[in-house]
T-cell receptor
Framework: GAVVSQHPSRVICKSGTSVKIECRSL??????MFWYRQFPKQSLMLMAT?????????EQGVEKDKFLINHASLTLSTLTVTSAHPEDSSFYIC?????????FGSGTRLTVV | GDSVTQMEGPVTLSEEAFLTINCTYT??????LFWYVQYPGEGLQLLLK?????DKGSNKGFEATYRKETTSFHLEKGSVQVSDSAVYFC??????????FGAGTRLTVKP
């Protein structure tokens, strides 16, 4: 079946630095990638939708300049958390719709210290 | 807008007990409905889905029926195991657009 590989699974970074999270579709082409954020013991909240070759669409309240999304190819979408702060600590998950339905990455736990 | 409301947890059951997690939705039209499971520290895994009214999704002993008349998609399992302990999310989606999730229900099964 379809697989989305998400890396890194865990990352700890210092406040003020940037972190890049990658999601790759391994055996299918992902023209769209959804990026979600999950706070502890809460549900997933859609942050943005990336589309290959065009600008990402951000949900209301999500800072575009802080959460940079790039979807440069049909198999790779990246989320960069710029100038990270402790409040950005969260679990980030990507998801791609495809022939077999939605496929989720395994998630990235970001901790900003 | 489209939304999903699911039963608040946490839910604690003994092994072999019957499980029901309620889920209702609000949507214009007829979305596809899903149940996802999230084990500690992991991403989401699709548990089951239904794409039209009266469809029953089933997997690993779990079942849910798409009820248009009550706009519900309740998750059930006749006999839970310790390994079923996880967080369960109900979700809806239209035509490969973004998915809307419920708040999640944490299930703990005790031996």
């Amino acid at each position: 079946g379809a697989v989305v590989s998400q890396h890194p699974s865990r990352v700890i970074c210092k406040s003020g630095t940037s972190v890049k999270i990658e999601c790759r579709s391994l055996d299918f082409q992902a023209t769209t990638m959804f990026w979600y954020r999950q706070f502890p013991k809460q549900s997933l909240m859609l942050m943005a939708t990336s589309n290959e070759g065009s600008k990402a669409t951000y949900e209301q309240g999500v800072e575009k300049d802080k959460f940079l999304i790039n979807h440069a190819s049909l198999t790779l979408s990246t989320l960069t958390v710029t100038s990270a702060h402790p409040e950005d600590s969260s679990f980030y998950i990507c998801s791609a719709p495809g022939e077999y339905g939605y496929t989720f990455g395994s998630g990235t736990r970001l901790t900003v210290v | 807008g489209d939304s999903v409301t699911q039963m608040e947890g946490p839910v604690t059951l003994s092994e072999e007990a019957f499980l029901t997690i309620n889920c209702t939705y609000t949507a214009t039209g007829y979305p596809s409905l899903f149940w996802y499971v999230q084990y500690p520290g992991e991403g989401l895994q699709l548990l089951l889905k239904a794409t039209k009214a009266d469809d029953k999704g089933s997997n690993k002993g779990f079942e849910a029926t798409y009820r248009k008349e009550t706009t519900s998609f309740h998750l059930e399992k006749g006999s839970v195991q310790v390994s079923d302990s996880a967080v369960y999310f109900c979700a809806l989606s239209f035509n490969n657009n973004d998915m809307r999730f419920g708040a999640g229900t944490r299930l703990t099964v005790k031996p």
